[in-house]
T-cell receptor
Framework: GQSLEQPSEVTAVEGAIVQINCTYQ??????LSWYQQHDGGAPTFLSY????GLEETGRFSSFLSRSDSYGYLLLQELQMKDSASYFC????????????FGKGTRLSVIA | SAVISQKPSRDICQRGTSLTIQCQVD?????MFWYRQQPGQSLTLIAT?????????ESGFVIDKFPISRPNLTFSTLTVSNMSPEDSSIYLC?????????????FGEGSWLTVV
C-alpha cells in the first residue's frame, strides 16, 4: 500500500518562503497532488505533478522527484491567508485515482 | 472543472439515527469517491462509486453502515447509518478530474456531521 510522510506543523513569517516536503512509499506511482484546507473548509486542489520537475502556479510551486519518491510544495510571498493545512496525496496502485492522503501539514503564517 | 454540491452542509444528528448526504455534479463523471475526515485528521477513503455497479468499499467500511447509491453519472448519495459520536466527521464527495499530465480529484464543500 501507499504511505506518505509530511511535517505536522510549519511556522513562517509573512512575506517569506516556505517549503513543505512530502515523501511517499508506493507500489506504483500515479502522480503527486497537493491540497489546501482552511479551518472549517473543504480541501481544495492546488497542484499536480505527474512527471519530475517543477510546476508553478502563481505564488505556489510544486516539485517532484520520482527517483527519490519525494516532492514539495513551495509557497512564496507568504500571506496571512495562507495559514491552513496542506495535504500531499498520491494515486493508488491501481491508477491515478482515488488518492491516498498524507496526514497534513499545518502552516501558520505570523506577522 | 466540475462543480460539486453537497447537501446538507452541516447537521447535528441524534445517536442511533441515519442521515443521507447528497452529492450533485454539474457534469457527467465516471468515478465518484466518498471520503471521511475525522476532527484533526487526514482524509480517508470510504468507497468508490461508479454508475451502474455496486460501490467498492475500503477496509474498515461496510455497506450496512455506509450504503451508497449512484443512480446516474451526476449524482450520488452516502448514508451514515445508526450513527454514534465516532461518526462525527466531515464527509466529502469527490470526483475524478483530468489535469495537465494526469488525473486528480476535486472535492465538494463537505458535509459536517456532529452526532450527539
Amino acid at each position: 500500500g501507499q504511505s506518505l510522510e509530511q511535517p505536522s506543523e510549519v511556522t513562517a513569517v509573512e512575506g517569506a518562503i516556505v517549503q513543505i516536503n512530502c515523501t511517499y512509499q508506493t507500489s506504483g506511482f500515479y502522480g503527486l497532488s497537493w491540497y489546501q484546507q482552511h479551518d472549517g473548509g473543504a480541501p481544495t486542489f492546488l497542484s499536480y505533478n505527474g512527471l519530475d520537475g517543477l510546476e508553478e502556479t502563481g505564488r505556489f510551486s510544486s516539485f517532484l522527484s520520482r527517483s527519490d519518491s519525494y516532492g514539495y510544495l513551495l509557497l512564496q510571498e507568504l500571506q496571512m491567508k495562507d495559514s491552513a493545512s496542506y495535504f500531499c496525496a498520491v494515486g493508488r496502485n491501481s491508477g491515478n485515482t482515488p488518492l491516498v492522503f498524507g496526514k497534513g501539514t499545518r502552516l501558520s503564517v505570523i506577522a | 472543472s466540475a462543480v460539486i454540491s453537497q447537501k446538507p452542509s452541516r447537521d447535528i444528528c441524534q445517536r442511533g439515527t441515519s442521515l443521507t448526504i447528497q452529492c450533485q455534479v454539474d457534469s457527467q463523471v465516471t468515478m465518484m469517491f466518498w471520503y471521511r475526515q475525522q476532527p484533526g485528521q487526514s482524509l480517508t477513503l470510504i468507497a468508490t462509486a461508479n454508475q451502474g455497479s455496486e460501490a467498492t468499499y475500503e477496509s474498515g467500511f461496510v455497506i450496512d453502515k455506509f450504503p451508497i447509491s449512484r443512480p446516474n453519472l451526476t449524482f450520488s448519495t452516502l448514508t451514515v447509518s445508526n450513527m454514534s459520536p465516532e461518526d462525527s466527521s466531515i464527509y466529502l464527495c469527490s470526483v475524478d478530474t483530468p489535469v495537465p499530465g494526469g488525473n486528480t480529484i476535486y472535492f465538494g464543500e463537505g458535509s459536517w456531521l456532529t452526532v450527539v
